[in-house]
């Protein structure tokens, strides 16, 4: 069963940061572009930051300069790095992993983590 668990939310003031944490199940996480979404209350789900598996990086232009993406591949994990944090930055943070395989693409989430800055 593949899984993604998320953690390293939380509570933080405004300028504070903050380092989220995914760890990905074996089988998937080596041929799996890895991404972290985000979600705030009323708004659609966008991407923040992406890695792929040969570690090519993506970001939304929000978060540029600001967050940091990185993956373990001997750890299956991948971390988001969040600096200088907005109020605006708040919402529920989630883990995606995108399989891709010759005949085969597939998404899977994680849970969603909170993350609250305040002003």
């Known amino acids: 069963q593949v899984q993604l668990v998320e953690s390293g939310g939380g509570l933080v003031q405004t300028g504070g940061s903050l380092r989220l944490s995914c760890a990905a199940t074996r089988s998937i996480f080596a041929n799996s572009a890895m991404g972290w979404y985000r979600q705030a209350p009323e708004k659609q789900r966008e991407l923040v930051a992406l890695i792929t598996s040969g570690g090519s990086t993506n970001y939304a232009d929000s978060v540029k300069g600001r967050f940091t993406v990185s993956r373990d591949n001997a750890q299956n994990t991948v971390y988001l790095q969040m600096s200088s944090l907005k109020p605006e930055d708040t919402a529920v943070y989630y883990c995606?992993?995108?399989?891709?395989?010759?005949?085969?693409?597939?998404?899977?989430w994680g849970q969603g983590t909170q993350v609250t800055v305040s002003s």
């Open positions: 995606n992993a995108k399989l891709v395989l010759p005949s085969f693409v597939r998404d899977y």
